[in-house]
C-alpha cells in the first residue's frame, strides 16, 4: 500500500545463495534484519540470502507521483534474483505492485 510501511520476509530453503533485488530498491530505503549481505547494481538494490537464513526487509512503500491529469495510479516494480532470474524466461523473477489508495475509488 502506498506510503504505508511495509514488511517483505524472505526465507532461503534451497542449498544455494539467492537474491532478492528490485528497481524498487533503487529509490526507497530499505532496513535489512538477519543476515544478508546488501548488493547494488546500477539498475536495482537487494539481498543476497544464503541457505538457510531468513531475512526481513522494511521499507515504506513509495506513494505515485502525479501525472499531468491530477491522477495517481499503481506503481509495479520488479524484483529478480541476479543468479537465477536475470534472464527473461527464468523461475525468480516477479512483480511488487504498490497500491495507490488515494484518490477517487480510494475514499
Ligand atoms: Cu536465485
Redesign the pocket.
Known sequence: MAGMPTVIQLRNR?L????FMSTLFRDVPFRISGIATFVKTARASGVRIDPGQTVTLEFNAPVATVDQNGATESMYDVFW?????KEHGQK?RGELLVVETRGETGG
Open positions: 534451497d544455494v545463495a539467492h537474491e534474483c541476479n543468479v537465477h532470474g525468480m
